[in-house]
């Protein structure tokens, strides 16, 4: 009785395991790593830094504003 070597040559498939639904992190994660996904990634990045920088800058340079006030005041006295 000669054996098909071919048939032994492909490994048996499973229906039930080739269509299983694909996870949610698995699907973010490709989107984050593809060309779309990291320019979105880098411009809510520059967005979200200059909100900070505003955010941190803004006691500051409302220090400097009222010691300006204040020598103007002075020299124009």
């Given at each position: 009785m000669p054996i098909d070597?071919?048939?032994?040559?492909i490994a048996p498939t499973n229906d039930e395991t080739d269509h299983r639904?694909?996870?949610?992190?698995?699907?973010?994660i490709q989107f984050i790593s593809s060309n779309l996904g990291l320019a979105i990634?880098?411009?809510?990045y520059s967005i979200g830094g200059a909100?900070?920088?505003?955010?941190?800058?803004?006691?500051?340079?409302?220090?400097?504003?009222q010691q300006a006030s204040c020598m103007l005041?002075?020299?124009?006295e």
């Open positions: 070597r071919i048939s032994h040559l639904p694909r996870s949610f992190y698995r699907t973010f990634v880098v411009v809510a909100f900070l920088f505003i955010l941190l800058e803004q006691y500051i340079e409302l220090q400097n504003c005041k002075v020299f124009c």
